[in-house]
């Protein structure tokens, strides 16, 4: 047995050294793999944790995949409680996973024991037909939880920061990143179990609550970075470096490294190769540097990963080393190569080397680009007036920074005023109110009711959005934009939910009750239907609050009359995290929760005065007929139409569910690829009410990193004019999907010449460098930076000339 983390270096080394995966225990080849999850988590006992530790399942079903790349072959059980996939796109992943073969059985592990031979292991398990079976397996993997380690207990009591009784510190669902001590702020694991992509927001979320009490002193303590000046390369030979990755075993565990790096050291212009287990490393940065020093390098490679993650990183040590940054290429040897062809190693090889070749071909060429840099307004544009919105309205105009705050609704709150209690029984209606006051009376906040964005110009810096309140336009200019327009509950066809007026959805149950209506003050039995319009094939996402809401609601309602039948209908319990405390209540005080699967899905019959609820018990494999006064429907959390329109608007990416998609999950969280528009709240993906806060505020550290600085660098990869092969036809006007091209008119010895009295002009904040003008132009009139024809040329020679190397 060996427990998740070192199953997983297993998996690297493995996959590194491109040999079979082995049992630790007598290095036999692993064929049959048991994970088993909840490993000292959910469990109440002197060695286990009460709550649930959030990443577990999504680990088990990451490593089963990382198996399978290893070795296809491999036979993968994963035993679970319930599949907590609840993050953004982990059910789509989860069901990818389970597709390529992966089993999932719904069994509490009770024992593991040793067979025969010593070294394999049996699960005894349940079938679902009652009969005992035994299962053999090479390896056991135990899904282990997260504790609190002892110096962060004995740290947190010498700062006086209040800890709850599992040792995490203590913070509210409406600050969740400061905790009992001013001026000490939280984020990450020590607050809670959570995955990477939550940690990384928290850690924003904490500089920006940092930022607010610093805000008088911004800047007063800091250094503008200086770079050496960038040397003149346009006398000198091409002299390329090309520097190779191995990223760990990502690249290296399918490619054959050594032999890229020995066609690249025969590719003409190059004169040093080197290999890198990490590139990325600070180590690797330095080695690069002193390269590039060190063998007169005035171009580099670097075959990696992906220039989206880190190409700037790569840019900034050719700037260290005093290059011109954009004297730089990058071959996307891993997620071009490795990743597609993870399975064929020669062809896997045989792309890299095609990609470097075809790099160092286009970098040979390659000119120093001029610096583009643009003035910033530092002036805020919200869209959407719920707490996402007002958290980050707030916490930039805190900071000084003019906001201008657009709500659709004759009324600020959003969804949370259809919210009462947070699972931690904080009261959600005192904080929105208190939440608006300040955002009304803050005088730093423009807010406009009734308003929508109707259209948009500009770019990071320098936007310029029509805002229109009733029959009346106005314009805003300002320097970045917020969207947090929010989602919306799915409104069911199903369960009957259109026939009776006992069969509610979830916030219409919380209005009643908060109200007396008497269908709940006077109803004896509930059934609550979890995963309404989730989970299913056309909306395959987990809408995250669901189970924890139902649950909180059920504890709720036995608490005022204990005689009370609650039945909970489910597919899996997501309490994920902390939340568990609440799971654990509701069985104590006799809350009834049934398991169903999507094939036998509840059928709710309409009687004279009752309802009639028929599921089949995936436990007792036999139908239940449950009867109930009220019928509580936990549905979906879909995008409100506005995301779809505003991203028709700023040109923004959605995923495949609707919801705005971030430029990256964990490096890039709440921005687009477009910079100087971010993303908080409900249109990004379902969450609970701190998450969207912990958000808004990551949304207000990395805006407030923009609008600090007057002026912002701009990436040079520019579309120009060549004035000399221009006539004037006006194709590139009407391709550029980002209209950054304009009219100008031209000199009198021009227009003779061109036999035309306008020529075309680039905004070179606006362009993107997409290419398409350059592609449309008959004439090579215009050219993109770094990507001219000679350079494309020449890429394509080295790919289909391979003997010339990409030589001129």
């Given amino acids: 047995m060996v427990n998740s983390v070192v199953w997983e270096r297993t998996l690297s080394a493995a996959a590194a050294d491109r040999r079979p995966v082995v049992r630790p225990s007598d290095g036999a080849p692993v064929r049959r793999v048991a994970f088993v999850q909840c490993v000292g988590s959910r469990n109440e006992s002197a060695n286990g944790h009460a709550y649930c530790s959030a990443v577990c399942c999504m680990t088990a079903v990451k490593e089963a995949s990382m198996g399978l790349e290893c070795d296809p072959s491999l036979k993968v059980t994963v035993f679970y409680t319930d599949m907590r996939t609840v993050g953004k796109d982990f059910e789509r992943y989860f069901h990818a996973v389970r597709d390529r073969g992966v089993r999932f059985l719904r069994y509490r592990v009770p024992r593991v024991d040793v067979v025969e031979d010593g070294h394999s292991l049996v699960i005894q398990t349940v079938t679902e037909d009652g009969r005992r079976a035994r299962q053999v397996f090479d390896l056991v993997v135990l899904s282990v939880g997260m504790e609190v380690p002892t110096n962060v207990r004995a740290l947190c009591d010498r700062l006086g920061v209040q800890t709850d009784e599992h040792g995490f510190a203590e913070t509210s669902s409406f600050e969740p990143v400061k905790t009992s001590r001013a001026g000490i702020y939280v984020c990450g694991t020590m607050a809670g179990p959570k995955d990477i992509a939550q940690a990384v927001l928290e850690g924003s979320a904490a500089a920006a609550a940092a930022a607010v009490p610093l805000a008088d002193v911004r800047n007063s303590l800091s250094r503008v970075k200086e770079f050496p000046e960038a040397r003149s ?18 690249i290296a565990g399918v490619v054959d490294v050594a032999a890229v790096a020995e066609v690249a050291s025969r590719l003409p212009y190059v004169v040093h190769v080197e290999r890198k287990l990490f590139a990325c490393a600070q180590d690797s940065q330095e080695r690069i540097r002193r390269g590039i020093h060190d063998y007169q390098l005035n171009r580099v490679v670097v075959a990696a990963c992906s220039p989206v993650t880190h190409e700037n990183l790569f840019r900034e040590t050719l700037k260290n080393a005093g290059l011109n940054e954009y004297l730089f290429e990058m071959a996307n040897i891993r997620n071009q190569a490795a990743w597609v062809h993870g399975r064929d190693p020669q062809a896997a090889t045989t792309k890299a080397v095609d990609l470097v070749r075809m790099a160092v071909a286009k970098v040979s060429l390659q000119e120093p680009l001029p610096a583009v840099t643009v003035n910033v307004n530092p002036t805020v544009l919200v869209v959407g007036g719920g707490v996402a919105g007002m958290t980050t309205a707030l916490g930039l105009a805190d900071q000084g920074f003019p906001v201008h705050l657009v709500e659709k609704s004759s009324q600020l709150g959003g969804n949370a005023r259809h919210l009462y209690r947070t699972w931690k029984g904080e009261d959600i209606a005192k904080f929105v109110e208190n939440l608006s006051a300040k955002v009304k009376s803050h ?34 200019d300002h320097g970045v934009t917020v969207l947090a327009v929010g989602g919306m509950a799915y409104k069911p066809n199903e369960y009957g939910y259109a026939e009776s007026q006992r069969v509610l959805t979830s916030l219409e149950f919380d209005k ?50 204990p005689t009370r039948d609650i039945y909970i209908l489910y597919r899996d319990v997501r309490t994920y995290g902390l939340r568990e405390s609440v799971y654990r209540q509701a069985r104590e005080k006799g809350v009834v929760f049934v398991q169903y699967d999507l094939e036998h899905k509840p059928a709710v019959r309409l009687g004279p005065n009752e309802l009639y609820v028929r599921v089949m018990d995936d436990v007792l494999q036999k139908p239940l007929s449950l009867r109930a006064d009220v019928i509580i429907l936990a549905t979906a959390i879909v995008p409100q139409p506005a995301v779809a329109e505003l991203a028709a608007i700023y040109k923004l990416p959605l995923n495949a569910d609707g919801f705005f998609q971030e430029s990256h999950a964990k490096l890039r969280p709440v921005e687009f690829l477009s910079e100087g528009i971010f993303m908080a709240g409900l249109a990004h993906a379902p969450k609970p009410l701190d998450e969207v806060i912990v958000q808004a505020q990551a949304v207000t550290a990395r805006a407030a990193a923009i609008l600090a600085r007057r002026r912002r660098s701009l990436d040079a990869v520019k579309a120009h004019v060549v004035i000399d092969n221009c006539d004037g036809c006006a194709l590139c006007l009407d391709v550029c999907p980002f209209e950054a091209i304009d009219w100008r008119n031209g000199s009198p010895k021009e227009c003779e010449a061109k036999g035309t009295v306008r020529l075309p002009v680039i905004n070179s904040a606006l362009c993107k460098g997409c290419g398409i003008c350059q592609a449309t132009c008959p004439k090579a009139g215009i050219r993109v930076g770094g990507f001219g024809g000679p350079q494309l040329s020449r890429q394509l020679q080295a790919l289909f000339r391979p003997e010339q190397g990409g030589a001129a």
């Fill in 233 to 250: 390369v346009a006398d000198e030979a091409p002299r390329v470096g090309v520097f190779i990755c191995h990223c760990g075993s990502n």
């Fill in 512 to 561: 009643l009750r908060a109200v007396g209506d008497e269908r709940i003050t006077g109803a004896k039995s509930f059934v609550f239907i979890q995963c309404v319009g989730s989970r299913e094939p056309h909306r395959p996402y987990c809408s995250c609050v669901c189970c924890t809401h139902a649950i909180q609601a059920a504890v709720e309602l036995k608490d005022e009359d």
């Fill in 443 to 476: 005088p730093y906040i423009s807010v406009y009711l009734k308003s929508e964005v109707v259209a948009v110009e500009g770019y990071v810096g320098h936007f310029r959005s029509s805002v229109q309140k009733g029959g009346a336009t106005f314009i805003v």
